[in-house]
């Protein structure tokens, strides 16, 4: 089993950024954030392959959010810039050891999951 922690959600101005990292307790093949915002479906947001470094993001945040890596301390982050009203919801951190790249933003591909993080943008 694979316990995933997060942390560095916050409230923010729209334009602002935060950084949310995720440390998990063991080696996995691949972490991803996904958001939910109150009354909506849990939305895949990013992810990293941890070997590869390969990275997928949702149209909605390309070129405002970056996923990266530190393999040392098996943690990921998410920096979110200029940050919308829009992207306020509960973040978490999802991760899973089996080695495939199909359907990336899709919830059952992960089989770990952290308790969430909560990021609030005001206007």
């Known amino acids: 089993q694979v316990q995933l922690v997060e942390s560095g959600g916050g409230s923010v101005q729209a334009g602002g950024s935060l950084r949310l990292s995720c440390v998990a307790s063991?080696?996995?093949?691949?972490m991803a954030w996904f958001r939910q915002a109150p009354g909506k479906e849990r939305e895949a947001v990013a992810r990293?392959?941890?070997?590869?470094?390969?990275?997928y993001y949702a149209d909605s945040v390309k070129g405002r959010f970056t996923i990266s890596q530190d393999n040392a301390k098996n943690t990921v982050y998410l920096q979110m810039n200029s940050l919308k009203p829009e992207d306020t919801a509960l973040y978490y951190c999802?991760?899973?050891?089996?080695?495939?790249?199909?359907?990336?933003?899709?919830?059952?591909?992960?089989?770990?999951w952290g308790q969430g993080t909560q990021v609030a943008v005001s206007s």
């Open positions: 999802a991760a899973d050891r089996r080695p495939s790249n199909i359907g990336w933003s899709i919830r059952s591909m992960y089989n770990y």
């Open positions: 063991d080696s996995v093949y691949c």
């Open positions: 990293i392959n941890i070997g590869s470094g390969s990275t």
